[in-house]
């Protein structure tokens, strides 16, 4: 089955750096667009950045274009998240995402499957 495991979330202070990766089994990863989301307590499932698949495109959300960057390493089948000058507000649950069809990018529902999540803590 599909698997998609983030790992290297944690507790940073604000602006520290922190670099997310999602390992995916159970799919032929060259074949999927990838995105990472994040989700505050309180909050709707936020869009944070989406690759191609062939990784000669990458899209962001409008507030974190330059301190965020998105890449992928097909032949680890893995997908990556660095983040940079962390702030208070960008603490929440961070999760990797894969689709095959490219339906779309910023609204989760058109995403084929999901990670646990990584939880990111950002202390002022």
């Known amino acids: 089955q599909v698997q998609l495991v983030e790992s290297g979330g944690g507790l940073v202070q604000a602006g520290g750096s922190l670099r997310l990766s999602c390992a995916a089994s159970g799919l032929t990863f060259s074949n999927y667009h990838m995105a990472w989301f994040r989700q505050a307590p309180g909050k709707e499932r936020e869009f944070v950045a989406a690759?191609?698949?062939?990784?000669?495109?990458?899209y962001y959300a409008d507030s974190l274009k330059g301190r965020f960057t998105i890449s992928r390493d097909n032949g680890k089948n893995s997908v990556y998240l660095q983040m940079n000058s962390l702030k208070s507000e960008d603490t929440a649950v961070y999760y990797c995402?894969?689709?095959?069809?490219?339906?779309?990018?910023?609204?989760?529902?058109?995403?084929?499957?999901w990670g646990q999540g990584t939880q990111v803590t950002v202390s002022s």
């Open positions: 995402a894969a689709q095959r069809r490219l339906l779309g990018l910023r609204s989760p529902t058109v995403y084929d499957y």
């Open positions: 690759i191609g698949s062939s990784d000669s495109n990458t």
